[in-house]
């Protein structure tokens, strides 16, 4: 299984604007992908972009191309076009239609972290580490990446978008990260540590699209219903995974 991740970050600088957070989420979504739980990924398989103008996006989407299953990550300022309805991420060197992160392997996921307000004329859950690090040896990362890597095949080609708002709202960063990424992310670390799998015989797979609806839960929550995420699935029975336990 030919692998590929992008995760890009567009943290804006140093002023007013800029996002600590977006820093975390680059650490945050590498470390997740790289363990056992997040499927093993091997480093060779990550490419991150901190604060990246357009042209090294675009050869680093052209090199997704060639993979099985690949993975894009915005962390970032963004907003919706008023007139075409899309949402648009902000690069260090001007914007970008997010349609063009859509853009990838057959088999591909986009996960935007980023405002979602309309402009017209283009204008947390509390996790306990020491327990995920207790329990991380229990992971097999060779065991998961097999099965990682089974679901991907057992799935048909597709794309699934994940936002981290609704249109019109925004996306909110906190010094944990992107608060839907950091979201994200511990609902596969609580998942693991609320599981009864027994690993000497058995697997189990969070989906992307159930780990969105977990973290779906946790967001609204923490916002107090001003940011409701958001998702693009295909209308099938297997979702490419998010997690696994093996």
Known sequence: ??????????????????????????????????????????????????????????????????????????????????ETKSTIVELKNGSLNSNTLRIGAPKHVLILDSCRVVIELAKLLAF??????????????????????????????????????????????TSRGGRYSYSLISTAKNWLTSSSTNTASEYAILSIVGAHNKAYESVQQLSGNRQTPDIEKPRCDKYFPFAVIA
């Open 1 to 82: 299984m030919n692998r590929k991740a992008l995760i890009i970050g567009s943290p804006d600088g140093d002023g007013e604007k800029h996002l600590p957070g977006v820093e975390k989420d680059l650490v945050e979504y590498k470390s997740f992908l790289k363990s056992p739980l997040g499927g093993a990924w091997r480093e060779n398989e990550i490419v991150i972009l901190n604060d990246p103008g357009k042209a090294e996006v675009s050869s680093a989407l052209t090199a997704l191309k060639k993979a099985d299953y690949s993975l894009v990550v915005f962390s970032g300022h963004g907003y919706v076009d008023g």
């Open 128 to 173: 306990d580490e020491a327990l995920v690090k207790k329990m991380a040896p229990s992971l097999d990362p060779e065991q998961c990446r097999l099965y990682y890597d089974k679901r991907i095949e057992e799935c048909a080609s597709a794309l699934v978008v994940l936002f981290a708002c609704s249109e019109g709202e925004t996306a909110a960063d």
